[in-house]
Structure formats: C-alpha cells, structure tokens
C-alpha cells in the first residue's frame, strides 16, 4: 500500500467519523432520554443532578423576548426542541456565570415509537437547561441553535429571556 493511499484513506476516515458523530450522539442521547412528552408547563419538574424545582419556572420558546422575574435560589428550566439526528442543538451563550448557573441538561424524546416500541430515528426532542439564580442582579439567558462544529455564527435560531433576580424574601 501506497502512502498516497494510507493518507487519502485516512482524510476519508476522518470526514466519516466527523459525519458521523453527531448522528451517534444524538442517537445516544435519544436512546438514554428515556420515555415521555414533557413535563406541562407550570407543573412540578423531575429531578435532574438531585435538584428538585420546587421554586421554579418553566420556559418554552413562547417565552423567548420576555422579562421574567426570578429569586435567588429558584431555577429556572429552559425547554426547547430541536430535531434529532441534524447535528443541530441548542447552547448557552455568554451566560452572566454569577448570577446564573447551569446546572444540569436533559433530553427527552418527543416523538411517536416506532413498530418495536422504541423513539423514532430523527424525530423531534426536547431539550431541557436548568439554570439557578445564584445572585441578584439582571442577566439574559440566551441560547443558541447550531451545529456545532460550524460554530455559534451560524446559528439558525435564537431563544433569550431577561430575567431580573431579587433576593428571597
């Protein structure tokens, strides 16, 4: 074998695994999200890191624009879907790290099951950032949605929130 063709093998191996890894992650993601929809907005959350919201709000893309107030101490959810096996997702962007912190992410799968019972391929998911106010102050959460390795400028979408923290009375 050739080195020309050792070097041409492995730029074509390289581009596969580069292809392909979202593909593989987002099936692992669907695969360990478990079952279900999600949680209906203004109901109690499940626990995610051992963290329970029980001073907690719930943010959907309706959201997106709008000034919310939170406490220190609550946590506020972020639920958005994107579409399984794109390679696209959402991310935080410039986070104001002292006064919010994530502190967990879930995925859900939110599609129809296939013939044997399991998530669909490709279908919709719902992602889930949980963030806690941890000073007072005024921060956006803002998030972003763009496959990653083509980086946050070519996002196709955008979610943010301005969210006033006040101290716990």
Known sequence: MSWKCIKKTSISAKFILMAAAPVIFTGYALAASGNGISTPRGSPA???TGMEMKNG???TADDDGKDIKAAVGDVLRV???LQGGTGYNWY???INEKLLKLKGTRTRVISERNSA???AAGGPVLGMWYFQAIA???ADIRMLYYRIWEG???ARKSFTVHV???RKK
């Open 79 to 81: 639920d958005l879907r």
């Open 152 to 154: 946050k400028e070519s």
């Open 57 to 59: 709000t719930i943010l």
């Open 92 to 94: 935080p962007d410039e």
């Open 164 to 166: 006033h923290i006040v």
């Open 136 to 138: 007072p102050g005024d």
């Open 117 to 119: 019972g399991a998530p």
């Open 46 to 48: 499940e626990n995610i």
